[in-house]
């Protein structure tokens, strides 16, 4: 089986290599980004494979559908970017829900600490054998109070972290889980209360701009905001404004809402046309990593082994574990239980 594979990446090739040799599937892979203009590539494959930042809009999934493509392996748990609705009764969706949870609630924890302490600056200051303390004072997690938005298998992760830590937990969650000890409160609370506030649910209609001018507003003054998860989820603007108006104390971006023609790249000798992240890049409070907090060894493993097999599950007739309904993806939701292919 042939598969067209978007937004190849260097540490890409590596793991899918060889789980897709071992399974018989042949990779072709492109640089470019699957969108309108690019559906063309994927004429006479039997499947495509796509990362958080190719858009499969209702058009990609028709002209998908017209050139023959049977299934869409996205390498990532997110699926923000895929018009499911569209894809209802034309192409089966198979996505990876979870690679190293680990790496993603790590790379949080790394930010922060990072952001608090300073030492992105210390580094840069003893590289320059500047050995100077002033401007470099930090605060204790200890007793802090975090505040963790979606309590799925990263939050969780990253929520045992702070508790390591000895920060006080609270969350908010659409779907609170029972009987997890977990202290859930209104999402108006965790503004009201939270220190630190870390951001670990799915991008939707719901929780876009999740974090704008009202909820600033509601916040602590100083408060520490962590997105490692998508990045509309915050509207960068207010963000901005928040920073502008010493309500946020730091901001640590895994993600950001325009980041799809920007992050992955090297623009160094280039001029970055999106003002609003050259501004935010700008701030001595703002970290920004461009999407980086999956990008582990045993994540990169995970991801191409579970994609292969979702896709030679597809290619068999087996039974699709990791099929997005076109509910929504939920099991309590899906009206087969999960039990048979989507359609
Ligand atoms: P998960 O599905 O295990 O957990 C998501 C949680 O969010 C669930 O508990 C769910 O009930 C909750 N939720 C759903 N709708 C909500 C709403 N309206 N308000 C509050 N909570 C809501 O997902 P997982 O694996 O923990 O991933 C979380 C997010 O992390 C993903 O959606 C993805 O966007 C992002 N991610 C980022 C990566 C990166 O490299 N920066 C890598 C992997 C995931």
Do not use: W
Not at 18 to 31: C, N, P, Q, V
Not at 115 to 134: C, G, P, Q, V
Not at 322 to 328: A, P, R
């Amino acid at each position: 089986m042939k598969i067209a594979f978007f937004d190849t990446k260097d540490y890409d090739l590596p793991a899918f290599r060889k789980f897709g040799e071992a399974a018989g599937l042949e990779f072709k892979f492109y640089d470019t980004k699957l969108d309108e203009d690019t559906a063309g590539l994927a004429r006479g494959y039997d499947g495509v494979c796509v990362f958080v930042n190719d858009r499969v809009s209702a058009a990609v999934v028709d002209s998908l559908h017209a050139y023959g493509v049977r299934v869409i392996a996205l390498r990532c748990a997110g699926y923000n970017n895929v018009d499911l609705a569209a894809c209802y009764g034309k192409i089966h969706v198979v996505r990876v829900p979870a690679y190293s949870p680990y790496a993603v609630a790590e790379h949080t924890m790394a930010l922060l600490l990072t952001s608090i302490r300073r030492i992105h600056k210390a580094y840069n200051r003893t590289r320059e054998f500047n050995f100077s303390l002033s401007g470099l004072t930090g605060f204790d997690l200890h007793g802090k109070t975090v505040g963790v938005v979606g309590t799925g298998k990263i939050g969780r992760i990253f929520i045992d972290i702070c508790r390591g830590f000895g920060m006080r937990v609270i969350a908010y969650d659409k779907y609170p889980a029972k009987d997890s000890g977990i202290d859930y409160v209104s999402l108006d609370e965790l503004f009201e209360r939270s220190d630190v506030i870390s951001l670990h649910c799915p991008l939707s209609e719901e929780t876009y701009h999740l974090i704008g001018e009202d909820a600033i507003n509601k916040c602590k003054k100083g408060v520490v905001i962590l997105n490692t998860s998508r990045g509309a989820l915050i509207d960068a603007e207010a963000l901005l404004g928040g920073i502008k108006r010493r309500i946020v104390g730091a901001a640590c971006l895994d993600v950001y809402e325009e980041e799809s023609d920007i992050f992955f790249h090297d623009f160094s000798g280039h001029i970055v046309e999106d003002d609003t992240l050259a501004r935010l890049i700008s701030m001595p409070n703002v970290i920004v990593t461009s999407h980086q907090a999956f990008l582990t060894e045993e994540a990169l493993t995970g991801i191409a082994e579970t994609t292969v097999k979702n896709l030679t599950d597809f290619f068999s007739g087996a039974h699709l574990e990791n099929e997005l309904c076109y509910n929504c993806g939920k099991i309590e939701e899906c009206r087969k239980g999960r039990k048979e292919r989507c359609f």
